[in-house]
């Protein structure tokens, strides 16, 4: 099993550069191999390939991985804490808090007397705000209820409560902003810029550095929590760690990209699969490995001459399928 | 050699603020080597006695102690150094197989990222011998029997290296082999590790005969501590067990059905075919009592009733029936 995880891995490594390599190289402008080669080495620096593969799908390619192995993380942690195989990095709410802010900044501007509309900043802001209210409150019901299915059952209420105010607030705008608010949760990937990445960057390493810290109680947390505890783990402190990173992860991402579905749910589910194991210390680098190579994949999709479809629209094509493969394999 | 014991332990859970006792005022002791079979009706506690022992609930009042040491007061992980315990939830892990599962009993000792050593392998490795489930360690937990998924959650807590383990109805849900089977596995354990193995059971026959000391739970009762013998000869089990409908039958240690005897008969002859004629007899209706009119001869081969020699129990039973007037039966 040693060496054969080893080799899925450098497999899997392979395969990670390459989609990199062909996510730089494909869209709707075509741009040859070797330019890409040259650009990336630095050797030329003043075509318009330069400016597209810099300034574009560099970040572009970068964010999918970022986004890729960020969601499919923090679905893991979501899917070991809750010992449910479809749960997935918003079943906290995150992503409903974050659509309520964004939806708060975006619509309710209209009848504000200052206008954030056209600013990304504050788009980002509002989103972040959203997502981090939403899990400071799940975050302090998780110290007052000790079961995990009241903390599931509260993370899904706040949601249903952020998806009914978003829509109260859709009611009340003007047709601009409602395309613009839909944009958002349609996802993207080429919204997020160098500057954006500086912060962006940061964000995801803790919340990953977080999951590599947990990977010894995450595997306890496997056996319930009642065995987990037997074994000398901290559940409360476990817990509030894995909700922060997953809050971060999920989160961050959410805030730049726009809610991406099913990566989280489906990715953990695909890694099991391959890598037949039920251990963090292996199952962490593959979700990162194998969510960010499903993300490139994606994006290389959304990239059909002429148009440019919603990352959103994509995940879910693969996702879905897999949530019904799991749903069938449990008979 | 470590003594666990309790000082006025109230044992129970609590709600809203208001505590709801289930046991109190327990002081009890455990020692190294020994087997303790925790028997009780329903609702009196035990499963509540072996969660506060484990420290995964807190007690209402009072204190355990591990020699000298205040359990309440150690940290999680010198806890987990201290107990290991076998609940009644099912655990299924997804592509874990036996090794894997054994191997979180050294949680406790490995590094956080929870690399086995050397002597961590050996560990778990012993404690699969234990059990004798060294063969299929390489086996899927969701492939096994509850018999040998049993036997695996024990050698996780063997794995443990723990004084006290604590096993809740260790032998449920399983057929009469494995309750066997793991009763006297626990037995041997106990005896030949110096561990104290503290567990639950509803199989009252069984701990009878493999557990050196029997705690007995009654209903807001308290706990009676003794050797099984002891408190069967003290009637401790008929008291704790009162029923109507059935009683514990010191003849044989297990519970009898109380069915509502009118008929008499005298039975004699052969032991072990006499044994099974009285439990048809009293199923039937009849007590059996000396110099009655009705006489039953028990042979090696036949009852002899009536001066009629019979073949089979129904047969009997239909005898009897009809010289007793009653056609039905």
């Known amino acids: 099993m040693y060496s054969r995880n080893h080799l899925l891995f450098f497999a899997f490594s392979l395969l990670f550069i390459f989609l990199f390599l062909a996510d730089l190289a494909w869209g709707s402008v075509a741009i040859p191999a070797k330019e890409i080669y040259s650009v990336l080495l630095g050797k030329q620096s003043s075509s318009i390939y330069t400016e597209i593969i810099v300034n574009f799908r560099l970040p572009k390619a970068i964010t999918a991985i970022l986004a890729g192995a960020s969601l499919s993380v923090a679905g893991l942690m979501m899917q070991t804490l809750f010992r449910n195989p479809l749960a997935d990095p918003y079943i906290l709410g995150v992503s409903s808090g974050a659509s309520l802010g964004t939806a708060l900044v975006v619509m309710a501007s209209g009848f504000l007397p200052f206008s954030f509309v056209g600013n990304g900043w504050a788009l980002i802001i509002s989103a972040i705000v959203g997502a981090a209210l939403v899990l400071l409150i799940v975050l302090f019901v998780s110290f007052r209820v000790n079961d995990i299915v009241s903390l599931l059952i509260v993370g899904i209420m706040f949601g249903t409560i952020a998806a009914a105010l978003v829509s109260i607030i859709q009611n009340f705008s003007n047709p601009d902003a409602i395309k613009l608010f839909l944009m958002w949760t349609f996802g993207s990937l080429s919204a997020v810029t160098w500057n954006y990445l500086q912060i962006l960057l940061p964000v995801v390493l803790v919340g990953i550095g977080i999951a590599f810290f947990l990977q010894k109680r995450l595997d306890g947390l496997l056996l319930g929590e009642n065995y987990a505890r037997g074994l000398g783990i901290h559940i409360s402190q476990t817990r509030s760690l894995i909700i922060l990173a997953t809050g971060l992860l999920a989160g961050g991402i959410t805030a730049f990209t726009g809610p991406i579905a099913f990566v989280g749910v489906a990715v953990p589910h695909i890694a099991r699969g391959i890598f037949q194991t039920s251990s963090h210390k292996i199952l962490l680098p593959a979700c990162m490995l194998v969510g960010a190579a499903l993300l490139m994949i994606c994006d290389i999709i959304t990239q059909i001459p002429d148009y440019t479809l919603p990352v959103n629209t994509i995940s879910a094509l693969f996702g879905a399928p897999v949530i019904i493969w799991i749903i069938l394999r449990r008979k | ?329």
């Open chain 2, 1 to 329: 050699m470590s003594v666990l014991s309790t000082q006025h332990l109230s044992i129970g859970y609590r709600r809203k603020g208001t505590a709801n006792v289930i046991q109190h005022d327990l002081n009890l002791k455990l020692e190294s080597g020994k087997l303790v079979g925790l028997i009780g009706p329903n609702g009196s506690g035990k499963t509540t006695l072996l969660r506060t022992i484990a420290g995964l609930l807190k007690p209402i009042d009072g204190n355990i102690l591990i020699d000298d040491k205040e359990f309440l007061l150690l940290s999680q992980r010198e806890k987990a150094l201290n107990v290991s315990f076998v609940l009644t939830e099912k655990v299924d892990i997804p592509n874990a197989d036996v090794f894997d599962m054994v191997s979180f009993g050294r949680f406790p000792y490995n590094n956080w990222r929870g690399n086995l050593s050397k002597q961590d392998r050996t560990k778990v490795f012993q404690a699969l011998q234990m059990v004798r489930m060294e063969k299929m360690m390489h086996r899927y937990i969701n492939e096994l029997s509850d018999g040998e998924r049993q036997r695996v959650m024990i050698a996780k807590a063997l794995a443990q290296d723990t004084p006290i383990i604590l096993l809740d109805e260790p032998t449920a849900h399983l057929d009469v082999p494995n309750r066997v089977g793991i009763m006297l596995l626990l037995h041997k354990l106990a005896h030949k590790t110096g561990k104290m193995i503290l567990l639950s059971t509803h199989e009252l026959d069984l701990a009878l005969q493999a557990a050196d000391l029997i705690w007995l739970m009654s209903k807001n009762g308290g706990i009676e501590c003794g050797v099984p013998e002891d408190l069967v000869f003290s009637g401790s089990f008929n008291r704790t067990f009162a029923s109507d409908y059935y009683f514990f039958n010191e003849a044989n240690g297990n519970f009898s059905l109380n069915y509502p005897l009118t008929g008499k008969v005298s039975v004699s002859g052969n032991k072990m075919r006499i044994y099974w004629t009285l439990r048809a007899l009293a199923r039937a209706g009849y007590e059996a009592v000396e110099n009655a009119p009705l006489k039953i001869e028990v042979t090696d081969s036949a009852w002899i009733l009536n001066q009629k020699e019979i073949f089979s129990v129904a047969e009997m039973l239909d005898e009897l029936n009809n010289l007793n007037g009653n056609t039905s039966l």
